[in-house]
C-alpha cells in the first residue's frame, strides 16, 4: 500500500511565522503536489514536483515555496504566515502524471495561523 | 475558464440507491476520478473512467458520457460509513487534475 505521511496533523502559528510542512512518501513516486482545500472550494493546486530539485507552480502559489531535496521527501513553505493561509493541507504523491495516475493523499495538516 | 460542478449536499437513506452527479467544461479530457473523503481524513481513490459507460466495482459504480462533459457515481445499498464527501476531478489536456468542491452525503438510519 502507498503511504504519504505529514509532519503534523494540527499547527498553530501566528502571523509572520515561517512555517515548515513536510510530507514524505514511501512507494519511489515521481511526482509530488501540494493542495489546500478549504469550505465550499475544491483543492487547489499550491506546487508540484515531478522530480527532484524540480518544480511547478500550481494554481495558487503566492505566498508559498517548496523544497524537493530527495525524492521521497516535498515540503511547502511560508516564508510569512497571514491568517488567509488558514487552511487544511494536503500533500499527495503519483507515480507519473500520465491519464490514469492515481493521486495518493497524506492526511493533511490542518493549520491555523493567529 | 475550466470548471466541474457537483451538488453541494446529498441525503440519503441506509441501504438505499444514490446518484452523485459531475459535469465538467475543461479544456481537453484524459480522464475522470472519483475520489471519497470522510470529515477530517484524506481523499481516497474510488475509481476512474476514461472511455464512455459504467465501471462497475461493488457497491459504487461510475459511468461516463465524454459528449456530454457528464459522470455519475452511483451508490448502493447505502452503509452509514458511506457518510462523507465524494470528490469528481477530471485531468485536462495538459495532464493537470481539475478538481470539484466535492458532494457531501449524509446518510440516515
Known amino acids: 500500500d502507498v503511504k504519504v505521511t505529514q509532519s503534523s496533523r494540527y499547527l498553530v502559528k501566528r502571523t509572520g511565522e515561517k512555517v515548515f510542512l513536510e510530507c514524505v512518501q514511501d512507494m519511489d513516486h515521481e511526482n509530488m503536489f501540494w493542495y489546500r482545500q478549504d469550505p465550499g472550494l475544491g483543492l487547489r493546486l499550491i506546487y508540484f514536483?515531478?522530480?527532484?530539485?524540480?518544480?511547478e507552480k500550481g494554481d495558487i502559489p503566492e505566498g508559498y515555496s517548496v523544497s524537493r531535496e530527495k525524492k521521497e521527501r516535498f515540503s511547502l513553505i511560508l516564508e510569512s504566515a497571514s491568517t488567509n493561509q488558514t487552511s487544511m493541507y494536503l500533500c499527495?504523491?503519483?507515480?507519473?502524471?500520465?491519464?490514469?495516475?492515481?493521486?495518493?493523499f497524506g492526511p493533511g495538516t490542518r493549520l491555523t495561523v493567529l | 475558464g475550466q470548471n466541474i460542478d457537483q451538488p453541494t449536499e446529498m441525503t440519503a437513506t441506509e441501504g438505499a440507491i444514490v446518484q452523485i452527479n459531475c459535469t465538467y467544461q475543461t479544456s481537453g479530457f484524459n480522464g475522470l476520478f472519483w475520489y471519497q473523503q470522510h470529515a477530517g481524513e484524506a481523499p481516497t481513490f474510488l475509481s476512474y473512467n476514461v472511455l464512455d459507460g459504467l465501471e462497475e466495482k461493488g457497491r459504487f459504480s461510475s459511468f461516463l458520457s465524454r459528449s456530454k462533459g457528464y459522470s455519475y457515481l452511483l451508490l448502493k445499498e447505502l452503509q452509514m460509513k458511506d457518510s462523507a464527501s465524494y470528490l469528481c476531478?477530471?485531468?485536462?489536456?495538459?495532464?493537470?487534475?481539475?478538481w470539484g468542491a466535492g458532494t457531501k452525503l449524509i446518510i440516515k438510519p
Open positions: 514536483s515531478y522530480d527532484v530539485k524540480m518544480k
Open positions: 476531478a477530471v485531468t485536462d489536456s495538459n495532464y493537470q487534475l481539475i
Open positions: 499527495a504523491s503519483a507515480r507519473g502524471t500520465g491519464d490514469t495516475d492515481t493521486q495518493y
